[in-house]
Structures are given as C-alpha cells and as structure tokens.
C-alpha cells in the first residue's frame, strides 16, 4: 500500500507516496493510520470537547524541504525532509528529529502527533511536532553528516525557533547534531539562539539529565505500573529491544533496581541470558561495537523468538509497529513499557488487552525525553542551570503525577492507558483551543 490510502479525508495531498516500508505497514494502517483510530476511540469521552476533535485529525503545518549537499566524492545528492508541527495551541511546536531511509511524512504527521499527545499528557507548555530526513547516516561521512544537518536546518529555519518550534535528538540524531542545528539556526539569525533546540551538549546550553531522560521516564512509569499490579521489580524479569539511549539507560535502572535482564534486541541480533546480562557491561560492548552482536557468554537466538522470551517486563525501544497481530499472542511479559514512540499496532494493543498484558502506552512512557528538554528549554531561557538531583527529582514526580492521573481516568472509565492518556491530553489540548477561539 501506499500512505495516502491511510490519510484522513482532506489532508491526503499532504501524504508522499512512496511505498511504506514493512513495519511501516503493520497491520496495514500505516502510522498516521493509526493515530487516526487512536483518536477515533478517544472522541466518545471528550464531551462538549468533541466539536473541535477535528483539530486534532490535521497537522497545523507540514514542511517538505529539498536538502541538497555535495558528497565527499564532489557528486550532488538530494535527500528529502520534513518538519510537521501538528499543533501548538498549548504552545511552540516540540518534537525531535530523525536520521532514516524510510522517514516518509505519513510517519513524521504521526510522530508529530504523538508528540502533541505526550507534550499534554505531562503538561508541559508545548504543542507537537516532529521532524526527519530521509537519508541512511550510516552511508554518510561526519562531513557529509553536518552538510545534511546544517542544509536541512537552514531549509526548516523559516518555521523554528526558540518560541516557535524546538527540535531536539530523535532516532539517528545525537548532542552533536543539536549543536550543528543550534549554531546554523544562530549563524542565519546573528545571534546565539541556545532556547532554539533541546539535548545539545550541555556545554553549550544543554541540561543535565537530557540524555539519560527518556529511560528515566520509562524505569519511572515502569515502576509506578509495576506497584499497582503487584508486580516486584527487584525480582522482575525484563526484555528490550533497542539498546540506545532509551532501552539502554532503561535496562540499566531496571538492572539497578535487582530486575534481571535476560533478553536484548537490537539491530545487530538477539541476545538471551537466563541468568541476566550484566548490563553495564553490555553497555560498554555496544559503544565500542555498535550492537549487541558479539557480545560474550549469551546465547544468540532468532529475532523472531525475542517476543516470546519468558519475561515480566518488555520494553520495545527501537522504532514503530513492532508489536503487531503477528507477535502479540507470543508476548509473556505481564507489562509492555512503549520506551519507542508507535511500537504497538491498535490490532496488536486489543489482542494484548484481551490476554490481560497491561501496556504503557508511548505518549507517557518515553515523555521523560521531552519533560527535560522543558527544563532544557528554560534553562536556555533564565540562562541558569540546576543540578542533576533536581532535574531527575522534577522529572520523577512530574512523570509520577501525570502516571498517576492516567491511571485514575484508565479506572473511572474503563479503558486502557493508551485511551486514558490521549483522554486526558486531548482534553488539555481542545481546552486551549477552544478558549484561544477561531482567528479570523
Ligand atoms: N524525540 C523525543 C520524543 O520522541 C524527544 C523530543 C523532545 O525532547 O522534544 O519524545
């Protein structure tokens, strides 16, 4: 299939048309596709609200940007881009960027979305947005890497900026390719704007805690969950896939906490310990090495089989629609923990549902990320920084209020925390639209 079949009526001349790839097409909805449904279950609670649900079926904005750069072999190579900004009537567009060869916009208009979502659902003052290019970074030098970056700034710069749109690291993209954003913004501009994106360096206006945020937020609801099961962490059993910044630093406080991480997934294979991986150590591999591939006294096992692995815990932590109808009646894990933004398929969430596997849906799981790019983000502001106790103190109870409100919506409505949360966000975000009004 192609994305258009998944747009929504009206906003199908936003949708390339290039073929998804395959976990692109879980479940044949496509990621706007399902987003779309997400809202769909949502509208029946939203009361008076509901009038104005059709904001939330359209992007604000979407920016297509040719991003041409000169190769090291002197040859011109063009790559595609986008920067969506799917609301802001809480506030400025916020929302990472992606490095990928399959970013389409379908996927961009979605994660854009989910960004509006999750920026609500923990009440930060953002609306959603979220930016990629379509391009492999693996096939690109370092040089090649900052002319894309750089080139791609330069095009968005007509619609960011400190008070407009805040990108920040997604997939692919790193500290490194803030600070080439935040310097190409600041040269176009003739001044340094630090507020004009989150997760640089934190020598240049980043926030302690920035990088080891999202993993925080996904151990903290993770933990918040697993008391209101009854599940006990220290003697908990847990799976990831993904092993960067989010699966990586989650596996870690989990391991930390006692829970034994017996299964990791990632790009370079599967790897299994019935005994727990030393996760530090697995760490320190995967930094040296790339993946996970290689790493001593473990067995490897077939991707396929990662999703049965017996566990109490699954993090998937890598990239969309990893869960789907195909899998979802494997997993054994009594509690999913969406460390990646969109890794559940709707179908694959119902089947989960009906065989009583709790999941932490994206839209609050991994909003620890963006709960510190806020803090990022005034800091940049107040030019005055805090410590790192203090930011991971506000990012715990910030994440533990809002946990703890979805929960409460999740009991009082009989729904799952998926619909919990986007009732709790939409409502917050058509609140701000409806008092702000129509203009003209
Ligand atoms: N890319 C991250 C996310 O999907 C963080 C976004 C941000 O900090 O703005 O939540």
């Not at 399902?34 to 509208?43: F, M, P, T």
């Not at 805040?166 to 340094?192: C, F, H, L, Q, R």
């Not at 009991?411 to 975000?429: E, G, M, W, Y």
Request: hydrophobic share 40%; net charge neutral; proline share 4%.
């Amino acid at each position: 299939m192609n994305t258009s079949q998944a747009a929504p009526t009206g906003a199908s001349n936003l949708v390339t048309a290039h073929a998804l790839p395959s976990y692109l097409q879980a479940d044949n909805l496509g990621p706007w596709g399902i987003y779309l449904q997400q809202v769909d279950r949502v509208v029946p609670y939203l009361g008076n609200l509901a009038r104005w649900a059709e904001t939330l079926k359209r992007p604000k904005r979407a920016l297509i940007v040719d991003v041409p750069i000169q190769l090291d072999n002197g040859t011109v190579a063009h790559f595609e881009g986008y920067r969506v900004q799917h609301n802001t009537s809480r506030g400025p567009g916020k929302g990472g960027v992606r490095f990928h060869q399959d970013v389409t916009l379908s996927e961009v208009m979605a994660l854009s979305a989910w960004m509006s979502i999750k920026n609500a659902a923990v009440n930060v003052p953002f609306g959603g947005a979220k930016g990629g290019i379509r391009v492999d970074p693996k096939t690109l030098s370092i040089g090649e890497l900052e002319r894309v970056t750089r080139r791609y700034t330069s095009e968005i710069g007509i619609i960011i900026g400190p008070t407009k749109d805040i990108p920040a690291p997604d997939v692919n993209t790193n500290e490194k390719v803030m600070a080439w954003m935040m310097d190409t913004y600041s040269m176009n501009e003739g001044a340094t704007a630090t507020g004009v994106v989150t997760g640089k360096p934190v020598d240049l206006g980043g926030s302690l805690g920035r990088r080891e945020a999202t993993g925080r937020g996904v151990f903290t609801v993770g933990c918040e969950a697993a008391r209101h099961i009854g599940l006990d962490i220290s003697k908990a059993r847990v799976a990831v896939q993904g092993f960067g910044n989010v699966g990586g630093i989650a596996a870690k406080l989990f391991a930390q906490a006692g829970s034994k991480v017996v299964a990791v997934q990632d790009h370079g294979g599967t790897i299994f310990r019935e005994s727990g991986l030393d996760v530090t150590a697995l760490l320190a591999h995967v930094a040296h090495v790339g993946s996970v591939k290689g790493y001593a006294d473990t067995d490897v096992m077939p991707d396929d089989a990662f999703w049965g692995v017996a566990c109490d815990i699954m993090i998937p932590a890598a990239l969309e629609g990893q869960i789907t109808a195909a899998n979802a009646g494997q997993i054994q894990a009594r509690m999913v923990i969406e460390g990646a933004n969109g890794p559940t398929t709707p179908q694959a969430d119902d089947i989960l549902h009906d065989r009583n596997v709790l999941v932490l849906p994206d839209v609050i799981a991994n909003a620890g990320g963006v709960t510190v790019s806020y803090f990022e983000w005034v800091q940049d502001f107040s030019s005055f920084f805090w410590s790192e106790d203090e930011i991971n103190e506000r990012l715990v109870r910030i994440m533990k209020d809002a946990f703890g409100a979805v929960w409460q919506v999740a009991q009082d409505n009989q729904v799952s925390l998926r619909t919990a949360t986007f009732i709790v966000a939409c409502k917050r975000i058509l609140h701000s639209r409806e008092m702000r009004g129509l203009y003209p």
